[in-house]
């Protein structure tokens, strides 16, 4: 494949036993499944099934196509970007917004306002449908999120949330008391086994770590701060349901309805803290809570 970055490796002995595209998916742990399946890899020099249970001393190649023309239109779209270098960007996405576009909605989400802002100069590493996306948040949570330029930057701070080099910590407001000042929840997370637009708390799930710090007590809620250990697909909204204090106005997992008229669920990215791709240098990004935070705030009793 002439247009493709290629990845050589030998398989050591912690890694004999794995499956090729879990492999892949330790490689470059932002790409989807459906785009690890989409990969070429070989194996001693013939092409695998991704099922194939690697063995030590095995030299895996995998090919990663570079990213073809996006057939995504740039949009103007007025976008806070707090933090911006040469390698990436931090943007603060509103509550409502796409992170990337999906097969039915394909307009009006941040990719389309990255690819106006950078001018398509994004990295390629996770596909033509979601250039620069180095992680995601949902649509209706707001915050910080971290955007490659290069493929380079993306293989840095895919590689820092691995190693969590990189904290996230969000702030949140959750149905009741919590009845400590701080806490963790460790229940590992994957696919709702009824409700597949759903995840839960699954035994045998991808192991998750959230953990909580109370900031301020309310009459019927708590204000709190929550930090990040692991970046499962909803994480914090299924940890929290699970220990029975469900975000504000969560419509999947909350409380069928709310007394609030919020934006969405009461939960922000506010503080993302990395290191500059290449460098030692610690950047931290704060920004304030924003107005569905800062409404509870002030009702809070």
Known sequence: MSNAK?????????????????????????????????????VNGKEA?????????????????????????????????????????????????LTHPTSIEREHTLVNALLYHCKGKLSGINGV????????????????LMIAKNDFA?????????TRAAKRYYLAFVEGNLKEDFGTINQPIDRHPTQKHKMAVVEGGKPSITHWKVLKRCKDSTYAEMALETGRTHQIRVHLAYIHHPIVSDPVYGLKSSKYNLHGQALQA????????GTDERVTVEIEPDEDIKKLLRICQ
């Open 6 to 42: 290629e990845i050589q490796l030998e398989v050591d002995l912690e890694e004999a036993g794995t499956r090729l595209d879990v492999f892949i998916a330790s490689l470059v742990p932002e790409l989807s499944r459906t785009r690890v399946q989409q990969l070429i890899a070989l």
């Open 49 to 97: 099934k991704k099922s194939y249970k690697l063995k030590y001393g095995d030299e895996v190649s995998v090919q990663i196509p570079e990213a073809r023309p996006l057939e995504l239109e740039a949009e103007d779209i007025p976008l806070q970007i707090p933090y911006e270098d040469e390698n990436m960007l931090i943007v603060n996405k509103p509550a409502g917004m």
């Open 129 to 144: 449908m979601r250039p620069g996306i180095v992680h995601r948040l949902d649509r209706d949570t707001s915050g910080l």
């Open 154 to 162: 993306h293989a840095s701070l895919s590689e820092q949330i691995k």
């Open 270 to 277: 506010y503080k993302l803290s990395f290191l500059k791709p």
